[in-house]
């Protein structure tokens, strides 16, 4: 598959396809278009989940770590995304930050390896912790803002 960009049409980008040649071309042109989207992934999964992060002495260890790591990294896409869409109050989900990585993954180690989950418990976790981030971060800009009221006095 050859693509010329609109703006410029003397640039090509080629691509070289192994699908059935039934497969229509809108087909091709959309999976093609979806290049920077696999791009990002991947580069979020080497932040969240270690995808380069891997030390092995074989094709079979190299294997099992990079399928973990994009099983990983999906399964924390999926969790934060049901996460952010929560069924929360409005007035609790006002004041709290929204899930981070690493607040997806603590929740994650709880539901899957503790034996057995509460669920009840793990959620109150989880809002306290959120609240505390909330209370640090209001902490720390009133702290700011006081220390520069103190040096404006100062000069």
């Known amino acids: 598959m050859i693509r010329r960009k609109k703006g410029r049409p003397h640039q ?17 042109v959309r999976v093609a278009g979806m290049r920077w989207t696999i791009e990002n992934c991947f580069e979020e999964a080497k932040g969240e989940t270690g995808l380069d992060e891997y030390e092995v002495r074989s094709w079979t260890g190299w294997h099992r770590h990079i399928t973990l790591a994009m099983l990983a990294h999906a399964y924390l896409a999926v969790v934060r995304k049901h996460a952010i869409r929560g069924e929360e109050p409005v007035t609790c989900a006002a004041r709290l930050l929204l899930f981070t990585v690493p607040e997806v993954r603590r929740l994650l180690w709880h539901l899957v390896w ?7 418990a793990i959620v109150h976790w989880s809002t306290w912790r959120r609240h505390q981030q909330r209370a640090r971060e209001c902490h720390w800009r009133t702290r700011t803002r006081s220390r520069r009221h103190q040096r404006k006095l100062r000069l």
Do not use: D, G, K, N
């Open 12 to 28: 090509f980008t080629f691509y070289v396809t192994w699908v059935p040649a039934e497969t229509p071309r809108s087909t091709l």
């Open 114 to 120: 503790e034996q057995p989950p509460v669920m009840a």
